[in-house]
């Protein structure tokens, strides 16, 4: 089993960036495949991004690509979402999940973190 805790919200303006960081508990979090998760208020949670085991595979939402970038450190038990070029419409809740890059199924979720973006 896998505990994720999220860190790193808060409130910038647009074209700020901001870093959030979802530390993992447990022995086996280099055998998951990472993802991070938004849900805007009055919106289905969408898929952000995700990382490979390995840290050499990555995919992104089309609506976030070349702003933000995920990344992971097997090391420290750690995976993390640098964003750039923040706007008003990335505001959300972000949640760091745990499961299969491959099949695209995450299993184990942290409580999220809230990012707002004000114009």
């Known amino acids: 089993q896998v ?3 999220e860190s790193g919200g808060g409130l910038v303006q647009a074209g700020d960036s901001l870093r959030l960081s979802c530390a ?8 998951y495949g990472m993802g991070w ?3 805007a208020p009055g919106k ?3 898929f952000v991004a995700g990382i490979n085991m390995s ?3 990555t995919d992104y939402a089309d609506s976030v690509k070349g702003r933000f970038t995920i990344s992971r450190d097997n090391a420290k038990n750690a995976v993390y979402l640098q964003m750039n070029s923040l706007k008003p419409e990335d505001t959300a809740v972000y949640y ?3 499961g299969s890059y491959y099949l695209k199924r995450y299993i184990y979720w942290g ?3 809230q990012v707002t973006v004000s114009s």
């Open 3 to 5: 505990q994720l805790v």
């Open 96 to 98: 760091c999940a745990a």
């Open 24 to 31: 993992a508990s447990g022995r086996t979090f280099s055998s």
């Open 44 to 46: 289905e949670r969408e």
């Open 111 to 113: 409580q999220g973190t």
């Open 37 to 39: 998760f938004r849900q």
């Open 55 to 57: 840290g050499d595979l």
